[in-house]
């Protein structure tokens, strides 16, 4: 298991789905996330369609909607900073 330099585990997101107004994110590591989607304005006011349209990219260290030009940050989600994220996900900038 990876660690951040906080002590909390790193973990990139792997599936995602939205279900009514839930968003679920699992993670490498095994832990699932579920998300209300009115916490995310963008998402919020989305078609059921447009949502469903969401991916993990980046190597699992962003949530985009490519229509939407929008997304959720994984290192956000778990509380690492982007910077460990990208380096543990081989994300090259």
């Given at each position: 298991?990876?660690?951040?330099?906080?002590?909390?585990?790193?973990?990139?997101?792997?599936?995602?789905?939205?279900?009514?107004?839930?968003?679920?994110?699992?993670?490498?590591?095994?832990?699932?996330?579920?998300?209300?989607?009115?916490?995310?304005?963008?998402?919020?006011d989305a078609t059921p369609a447009q949502?469903?349209?969401?991916?993990?990219?980046?190597?699992?260290?962003?949530?985009?909607?490519?229509?939407?030009?929008?997304?959720?940050?994984?290192?956000?989600?778990?509380?690492?900073?982007?910077?460990?994220?990208?380096?543990?996900?081989?994300?090259?900038?």
């Open positions: 298991m990876s660690t951040s330099a906080t002590g909390k585990r790193l973990a990139v997101a792997i599936r995602l789905e939205i279900r009514d107004d839930v968003i679920q994110v699992w993670l490498s590591d095994g832990r699932e996330l579920r998300l209300p989607v009115a916490e995310f304005d963008f998402l919020r949502r469903a349209r969401g991916i993990d990219d980046d190597n699992g260290t962003v949530l985009w909607w490519e229509e939407l030009q929008d997304g959720i940050s994984v290192a956000g989600l778990i509380g690492v900073s982007e910077t460990e994220l990208e380096d543990f996900a081989g994300v090259y900038r």
